[in-house]
C-alpha cells in the first residue's frame, strides 16, 4: 500500500511528457510553440519544442517538492511516517483536481505546484516506511517495489496519452490528467489501513504499540534481538536536538556523500531528460505524433520489465555489481545515440531511415534497462537502508531535496540544452556515467544482508575509505 506513492509520482512523469506533445494542449496553452511544431523547415529540429514557460509546467512540480521535503522531514519524526504518506495522498488529490479543471496556465501551474508537495511528502516517507519494516534478507526487494510502482506509473501514463491524444475535441489531455486521481486514492486510503512503523513508533515513545506492530509485521512473537537494536537506536536518537546539523557530524558523512552523489549521479545519466521528454524526443527523431508515444509505451514498459530484474537480484548479487554493471550499458548506448544523431539528424533535415530509428529506439531501451535495475532503484534504496535511525528523516530529506533539485534542474533546461548541444548531450550524459563508474567503485560499499541499524560498525567501520570518519 505504501508504494503506491511511487505510483503517483511515476504517473506525473510520464503523464507530463505526453500531455506537453499532445497538439491540443499546446494550442490552448503554448500558441508559440503550438507554431513551431506545424511548420517545417523554419525551426531546427532540435529547437521546436524550446519554451521557457513549457519546461516550467514540467519542472514546477520538482520545484515544489524539493521545498516540500524540508517539512516533511519534520513530519516524518514527530507524526510518523504513516501520517505523512497521509498527508501526501491529500496534496495529490487536490492538485489533481485542480489541474484537470485548469482553464489558465496559472491554474495549471498551481496544480502542478500542490501535487509537486504531495511529491515531496511521499518521497519522504515511502522508501524510510519501507526499509524500516522490511525484513533484512528481503530489504532490497521490498524497498525496489516504490521503484517500480515509479515504473508502472510511467507505463500507465503512456497508455492513457497514446488513447487520449486521439481523442476529437481536444480534450484527452484533461482525462490523462484526471486518471491521476486513482493512485492519488490509493495512498491515501492506503494510508489509513497500514500502521506505523516500529521504529518510528518507538522513536515517538510508543515503544508498546511498537513491539505489537513489530510481532505482527514479522510474523513471530520472538522479535527481542530486533526490538533491542531499535530501542538502542531510539535512544540516540532522543539525544539529537537539531537533526539537520547532526548530519553534518563526522560519522554521518559517509551516508549522506553518497545519499547526495547517488541522486546527482542519477539524474545526470540523463534518464529523467530521456522519460519526460521521450514523446518529444522522438517527435523531434521525426517519429510522427502517434508513433513516438508508442515508442515512449514500448521505452515504458522496458523500465517495469527491467525494475523486475532488480526486485530479484538485489539481495542475491548485492547492490555494487547492479550498479557497475549498467554503467557499462548505459555508457555504450548513450555513445551509440549520440554517433546516430550525429550522422542522421541535422538541424532543418533528418534522414533518418527506419533501419536508424529503430537503432535509436533499442538503444533507448538498453539505457532505460540498464538504469532501471541499479541506478534507478539503488538511488532510493542505498540512502534509506544507510543512515542510522537519528539522522534518517534528516538524511531522506536531503536525498529528496537533492534528487529534485537535479530533476529541476534537467526538467527545466533539457530542451533549451537539446537546442543548443543537439546530440552532443548525449555525449556530455555519458561522461557523467564514467564519473560514476569510478565513484562506485572506490566509494560505494555492499550493504546487503546487513541489518539496518548495525550499518556503522559491518559497513562503514570496514570501509579501507570511510572506517576514518567512524572515531568518533
Known sequence: MAATGGLMFGYDIGISGGVTSMPSFLKKFFPETYKRTQEHGIESNYCKYDNQYLQLFTSSLYLAALIATMFASVVTRKLGRKQTMLIAGFFFIIGTVLNSVGNTLILLIVGRIILGCGVGFANQAVPVFLSEIAPTRIRGALNIMFQLNITIGILIANIVNYFTAKIEG????????????????????????????????????????????????????????????????SKVAKQVKSPFRNLLKRHNRPPLVIAICMQVFQQFTGINAIMFYAPVLFNTLGFKSDAALYSAVITGAVNVLSTLVSVYFVDKVGRRILLLEACVQMFVSQIVIAIVLGLKVQDYSQDLSKGFAMLVVIMVCTFVASFAWSWGPLGWLIPSETFPLEARSAGQSVTVFVNMLFTFIIAQAFLSMMCHMKYGIFFFFSAWVLVMSLFTIFLIPETKNIPIEEMNEKVWGQHWFWKTYMDD
Open 170 to 233: 481536444g480534450y484527452g489531455w484533461r482525462i490523462s490528467i484526471a486518471f491521476s486521481a486513482i493512485p492519488a486514492i490509493m495512498l491515501t486510503v492506503g494510508g489509513f489501513m497500514v500502521d506505523d512503523t516500529p521504529n518510528s513508533l518507538v522513536e515517538r515513545g510508543k515503544e508498546e504499540e511498537g513491539l505489537i506492530v513489530l510481532k505482527k509485521i514479522r510474523g513471530v512473537d520472538n522479535v527481542e534481538a530486533e526490538f533491542e537494536d531499535i530501542l538502542k537506536a
